[in-house]
């Protein structure tokens, strides 16, 4: 049998090294993300709560970008509550069980948004429950995370990470790589459904000039989205396995953190504020003693 490893130990704590490199500016980040978070907020659930209290937006694409919106507070509530708290703290440090509730929300929140704007591609009201698979999903990965011994507690970015904990085991994470190359391909298969609905669609728009004006009003924001969120979490998993450690700390924590900045904020507005019903339930919200607009 083989003996046991010198340096095996039960992880009780992970320390997160991602801010190291930037602790100079850290009150500057702090003073940022104090703005930017509650602002974050408030535009999604405006946008939630417009959504839910007018019957005339209860259709599908509305119900669409209420499940973004909602999907945006629930990711970004995994990370931006520890991320302040750590930019004022000395030790940056998380406990296990933190780490495996932090990937949970905020990886489940990133596959959920994927697969909702590839439903919206799909445009079928009833796989509006489909991104509720992909809990199940997270929780397996969880699993097999959490059976790993592991040989290390010290993980190089802002927070936990699925292959940067799978990175510390001691032995083999042979089943883990396997069911996360099979979560891949299953997006990547997203990916090629969409961009072949696309095709389709940009043959069918170029034959008129009022297709042409549909598809810039409401395919292009969401092509851009989904880009977005495409690129991030490429990003993410492929430097995540073979990334160099010459890319400087400040370049990686953005592109980690590219998909909790961006698509919370930009859903609300680009969805909900460029759809002119939305925006003028919106407006009648807050303003409806100065501006006159029809019930």
Same mark, same amino acid.
């Given at each position: 049998? +083989? ?23 850290? @009150? ?9 978070? /509650? ?6 659930? &405006? ?40 930019? %004022? ?21 990133? %596959?959920?948004?994927?697969? &909702? ?41 802002? @927070? ?10 001691? @032995? ?48 292009? /924001? ?11 979490? %490429? ?12 890319? /400087? ?10 998909? %909790?900045?961006?698509? /919370? ?14 925006? +003028?339930?919106?407006?009648?919200? @807050?303003?409806?003693? +100065? ?5």
């Amino acid at each position: 049998m +083989q003996p046991p490893l010198e340096n095996e130990s039960s992880v009780l704590v992970f320390t997160l090294s991602g801010l190291n490199e930037t602790m100079e500016n850290r @009150f500057v980040f702090f003073s940022f993300t104090a703005l930017f978070y /509650p602002l974050m907020v408030f535009c999604n659930v &405006t946008v939630i709560f417009t959504i839910i209290l007018h019957k005339k937006l209860h259709e599908p694409m509305f119900v669409f970008l209420c499940n973004l919106c909602i999907n945006g507070l629930f990711g970004t509530s995994g990370f931006y509550p520890k991320f302040m708290y750590d930019l %004022l703290a000395h030790d940056h440090v998380i406990s296990y069980t933190g780490c495996l509730i932090q990937i949970f929300v905020i990886y489940s929140s990133a %596959l959920c948004e994927f697969s &909702t704007l590839t439903v919206m591609a799909y445009d079928r009201y009833l796989a509006i429950c489909r991104p509720l698979e992909y809990h199940s999903i997270m929780t397996n990965l969880i699993i097999l995370i959490s059976r790993l011994t592991l040989c290390g507690s010290t993980i190089e970015k802002l @927070f936990c990470e699925i292959w940067a904990v799978a990175k510390l085991s001691c @032995f083999s994470t042979t089943v883990n790589n396997v069911f996360g190359y099979i979560v891949i391909l299953t997006y990547f298969g997203h990916a090629v459904f969409i961009f072949c609905s696309y095709i389709h669609l940009i043959r069918k728009c170029i034959k008129s000039i009022e297709s042409r004006h549909k598809f810039m009003q409401t395919c292009v /924001p969401h092509l851009l989205s989904l880009i977005n969120v495409t690129v991030a979490l %490429l990003f993410d998993v492929l430097y995540s396995r073979y990334g160099s450690k010459n890319v /400087p700390q400040s370049v990686r924590n953005f592109m980690a953190l590219e998909f %909790l900045l961006v698509p /919370p904020i930009l859903n609300p507005l680009i969805y909900g504020l460029n759809l002119t019903t939305v925006r +003028q339930q919106v407006m009648r919200m @807050f303003f409806k003693k +100065q501006v006159g607009i029809s019930e």
